[in-house]
């Protein structure tokens, strides 16, 4: 349907990563007494940015195989097709 | 909750309804808004069959039960959902989807007659409202609990009291805005998002969490053996924290109860019905239960730490005598009286705890704000997918097994999907009702929630019969249903749990016998019902006219022709995935055992 879903995903998760990541680099590094001294929004920001980068090409390879396969029955595994 | 858990929240809102106006354009007739245009890729299906069950009241639920009850909570996920989910996709798929029948009532109808199809759709629907309004209340009661709100409403100088009021709204609008524009493919989109929130949100508090007790092994040594084992003790009711023994919970959970939802509810079903080809549809529900399979890890495991944690010092309020008792267990405090503002005491005198606060009271336990913001927003999103889930399934069953059923039947398709729109706005009205219905009278919810219980419970004997013995019959069906039901209310008539007192808990016709654990009874009215509606469906079946074998064609097992495999990897393949499935749970089972 329309868009592929890859796209919305990786996007989202790239700037939910970028906006925790850059709080936690920037903030206040006493407010992570209660996360065990782990800088949680840094760590958890990146990895959240380095998933959303990853479905972002996902998608766009998605979105480029696309139109050249439309009317055919793309059947291959799970996370190639669309 | 400050800025940044603000701009967290509200970067989730705009996706959701981003979602929405980009899909709008892609619906055009009523396939493509109750169907989703049968044209999802397999892993979009599976994820979005798994987070549409994945509500808050889940979420917060299975926490609680992790917190009052340890790893055997685990068996709703490993006994409870995956057997049922691989059972659907290999064997019962091939009929839901080769039938190309649109709804699960409208399959009843195609192998049965017009009436257990009625019968299933109007239950189905009433349920569906209730149930996505009981469910916004609960989060609307947990927004209130937790004081999220408070601080920004008192900054803005508005009323604490609407609290309650604003987030019902703001849930509803959203949930309305998105599915009416792009109707089940923005529902399923949505689910997927909310998935990869909740491991988001949830991953970090389970290893945050884990990190302070110091590993598995150190969670173990705090809490009581019976804590961190799933099925030791499960030899006898009173030996273990669930108060089932393992008869009950194989048979009540694993079979009846899960195989009745998973298998025949239309909430779920729905997902793989707008797969875009047969193996896709069978690969949905295998690959939602890869990742059901962990998720204890992610909604469990909070609920164990909780308990294990050190009770924070009791806060004095001014005007308060000050205690140095420890008010609750672990980070879960004890369950106020709303009027004395004591602890509530059980039936021997001991406060309860409040356990639905297991889970919420992890994430401001361990997250600072930013973390914090993406937990709250992760909960906010499993409640809304799963309210459109509600809303989806609703608006479909509403539309084409009753309006074109009974009410306006052969209209064009571009008014049925008018109506499907419509649908939409008033069953997320209906919904707003029984939330503030469940605020008012909180036993007309139980007793719904029970009859409800009634209703499910033979379901899974009606399908499993439809569609694996070609004998079975319309009035078979039907009267099997409602005997089923019947039996189920009187089996609940008749017993009681421990402790319980007749009324709303059972023992509402006489007291014949009475069960450890409320759970307990539960299972066992839902094997009567079962048994009950099985026996019956068989008995009519064989005492009515057989059904024309011509007629049932693509709807029973031995009238169908095999579904020809697509070309497919071997590990991707149906067959391949439900091995994998199987045998990681079984693995989980051996290592939790």
């Known amino acids: ?53 990853f479905m972002l090409l996902l998608g766009r390879r998605g979105m480029r195989v696309a139109p050249q396969k439309s009317g055919s029955q793309s059947s291959h595994s799970s996370g190639h097709n669309r | 909750m400050t800025g940044i858990d603000w701009l ?66 685990s068996h709703f996920y490993w006994i409870g959902a995956i057997p049922a989910m691989v059972f659907v996709g290999i064997f019962m798929m091939p009929f839901y989807y080769g039938s190309r029948a649109r709804s699960v009532p409208e399959y009843l109808r195609l192998r049965f007659d017009e009436k257990t199809r009625g019968l299933n759709a109007i239950s189905f629907a009433i349920m569906t409202i209730f149930s996505s309004g009981i469910s916004m209340y609960a989060i609307a009661k947990l927004i209130q609990t937790l004081r999220i709100f408070d601080g920004t409403f008192q900054r803005l100088g508005l009323n604490g009291s609407w609290i309650f009021d604003f987030a019902i709204l703001i849930s509803a609008v959203v949930v309305l805005a998105y599915t009416f524009l792009g109707g089940l493919s923005s529902a399923i989109y949505n689910e997927v998002v909310q998935f990869f929130l909740i491991v988001a949100g949830f991953l970090p508090l389970s290893w945050l969490g884990l990190k302070s007790v110091g590993g598995w092994s150190g969670l173990k ?51 793989a019905m707008a797969a875009k080809s047969m193996s896709a549809a069978r690969r949905t529900p295998l690959i939602g239960a890869l990742p059901k399979m962990l998720f204890p890890f992610l909604v469990i495991l909070p609920g164990l730490i909780a308990v294990a944690l050190p009770t924070p010092p009791a806060v004095t309020h001014a005007g308060m005598t000050a205690t140095t008792e420890p008010q609750g267990r672990g980070i879960i405090p ?9 602890p509530a005491l059980d039936k021997d005198g001991k406060p309860q705890l409040d356990y639905d606060l297991a889970v919420p009271n992890m994430l401001l ?25 509600n809303v989806t399934a609703f608006n479909t069953v509403w539309t084409y097994d009753i309006y074109q059923s009974y009410i306006r039947p052969g209209a064009t398709d571009q008014h049925y999907l008018w109506m499907g729109r419509v649908a939409t706005v008033f069953g997320i009205a209906f919904s707003i009702a029984a939330a503030y219905m469940a605020n008012r009278f909180n036993n007309i919810m139980d007793m719904l929630q029970l009859v409800f219980a009634f209703v499910n419970a033979p379901l899974f004997a009606t399908f499993l ?29 008749l017993t009681l749990s421990a402790g319980a007192v007749p009324g709303i ?48 064609t693509g709807l029973v097992y031995s009238l169908t022709p095999r579904p020809e495999e697509e070309p497919l990897a071997w590990y991707a393949r149906p067959v391949s995935l439900a091995i994998i499935v199987l045998a990681g749970t079984l693995l989980l089972n051996v290592i939790f055992w």
């Open chain 2, 505 to 552: 808990k059972g023992g509402w016709l006489g007291l014949v016998h009475t069960y450890p654990s409320e759970m307990a009874q539960n299972f066992w009215t839902a094997i009567f019902a079962w048994t009950t509606c099985f026996f019956v469906t068989i008995l009519v079946s064989l005492l009515t006219r057989a059904p024309e074998e011509s007629k049932l």
């Open chain 1, 1 to 53: 349907m329309g868009i592929d879903i890859r796209l919305p995903i990786g996007i989202l998760f790239s700037l939910l990563g970028l906006i925790l990541a850059a709080y936690g680099f920037f903030g206040d590094a006493s407010r992570y007494r209660q996360s065990l001294d782990v800088n949680i929004n840094l760590v958890w920001g990146i990895v959240l940015f380095a998933f959303g980068f």
């Open chain 2, 8 to 73: 967290i929240l509200g970067l989730y809102f705009v996706f959701v309804l981003g979602i929405g106006v980009a899909l709008k354009s892609s619906v055009k007739t009523s396939t493509d808004f109750f169907l989703a245009g049968r044209a999802i890729p397999a892993w979009v299906c599976g994820l979005a069959f798994m987070s549409a069950n994945l509500g808050a009241q889940e979420v917060i639920g299975m926490g609680a039960s992790g917190a009052k009850y340890g790893i055997a909570t």
């Open chain 2, 465 to 493: 019969l439809g569609m694996f013995w070609k004998r079975a019959t319309g009035h078979g069906a039907f009267s099997g249903l409602l005997s089923g039901t019947a039996a189920a209310a009187v089996h609940h008539g």
């Open chain 2, 221 to 271: 040594a705090k809490l009581d053996p019976s804590f961190t084992h799933s099925w030791v003790g499960m030899g006898h009711a009173h030996t273990n924290p669930l108060g089932v023994e393992w008869f009950g919970l194989a048979m009540g959970l694993g079979f009846v109860l899960s195989f009745g939802y998973w298998c025949t509810d239309f909430l779920v079903i729905q997902r």
């Open chain 2, 334 to 342: 004890y369950k106020l009286d709303a009027t004395t503002g004591k």
């Open chain 2, 365 to 389: 336990h361990y997250f600072p704000p930013g973390m914090l913001g993406l937990g709250l927003t992760a909960l906010l999103a499993s409640f809304m997918s799963g309210m459109a889930g």
